[in-house]
């Protein structure tokens, strides 16, 4: 019995001997905010609706006129040959201010919608780490099942020697045992795509080479689950971006009433006059400048109308719009704040009570088997049941830490502590070991 604790304890040693420095997360996530290409459109996007402000609410551009007359018209000053005119439109007052505010609410917009994606990309980020860690753990627990069921078959074959076993059961170890093998290969297989995820996150290469997680983080909410409600309302992108598009369509609803009003055009004109042919008039060769106001009519009002009620529908739709997205928001919190406590409820369980429960099971199932008294059935079933809870207890630590992302994607801030987590049980499971006296303090944690 002590030789096979020697020898599993030594073989869970070697595999984290062997393994590189555990990735960094901070890392992963500083690359992905420089690198990822969605993130990078939206912040394109959002930095042209920031340039589109400075061409808003300015004045149209002057319209400078130039007239050649043909045929000179003669006066008694002299010659009319040419005009030179200039014109400015003047828009109603506070139109342009209206059209001003009007883009800063859409560069408003487009600020949310790319807290939104950045706070997106962190959670998808944070989900592969956490499942390329996972995957990362299972790996570990089949192999410490492979090699305790190689030290099963020693022992089965040594009391098939001796004639106290039977040749079927040592068959059945070998099964198992062949089994576990393909799940610890397909688990090795899966460390690719997962990979090729992270990189595809990060905007590198599929291949680039990424060293493996060696432990799950253990993340807990450092945030009372009765205030994200509060915390969300005030920090949400969603919410930001939803109230945003309200006093948007608001303000476009006041630029289309607006245009009941007129238009004013300013004109300055000369006309260019030659010297008198007859006689010596005083005003021989004077250019004559004619001042000009006019505006447009507004007429057609029921076109006006019709803009001042589409507007007015807009309005309607943005408001249902932002109170649709305070009711998800809640929801969303709501099955966030469940499935983290079940999480936590679970692994917690299967930590602390089931699996020291079962570990004790295959520890005096093998007592007995190596004395020739337990049948290899039993020994097999407490084995696999060792392995599925150990392997549920890490799924439960996995869907607490992804919980918290997602939740910090609704709420908009960070909620853990992700840089200084520490895995408080990691090493007490990663194997199906009956006893592991040097992970014991680790255990006990």
Known sequence: MQKAITLLVGALLLLGGAAPAPASLRQYLEEARVHNDELAAVRAAAQASREGIRRAGVLPDPVLGFEYYVESVETRTGPQEAAVSLSQRLPWPTKLSLQKQEVRQQSAMAASRLQEVALRVERRVKEAYVEYAFNNEALAIAAAGVELLRYFESVALTSYSAGRLDYPSVLQ????????EERRRSLAAQNGPLRGRLNALL?????????????????????????????ARAQSPKLAGAE?????????????????????????????????EYGDPPDSGRNPVIAGISMNIPLFRDRRHGAVAARQEEVRAAQGQQGQERRDLDAAIDQGLYRYQDAVQRQT?????????????????????????????????????????????????????????????????TLAQWDLATAASEAADQGPLPHRPALDEAERQ
């Open 244 to 276: 945003a598009a309200v006093h948007k369509a608001k303000t476009s609803q006041a630029v289309a009433e607006k245009d009941f009003y007129p238009d004013l055009a300013l004109s300055l004109k000369t006309i260019i006059t030659g010297a008198a």
């Open 173 to 180: 170890i070998q099964v198992e045992q062949a089994r576990l």
């Open 203 to 231: 905007g590198a290469p599929r291949d680039t080479a990424r060293s493996l997680p060696l432990q799950l983080p253990v993340i807990t909410l450092n945030q009372k689950a009765a205030g994200l409600y509060e915390v």
């Open 349 to 413: 369980l299967y930590r602390e009570s089931i699996i020291p429960r079962i570990r004790q099971q295959v520890e005096v199932g093998l007592q007995a088997f190596e004395g020739g008294n337990q049948q290899v059935f039993a020994l097999l079933e407490a084995e696999k049941t060792l392995l599925e809870f150990q392997l549920n207890q890490r799924q439960a630590l996995a869907d607490q830490a992804l919980e918290v992302a997602r939740l910090e994607e609704l709420v908009g801030i």
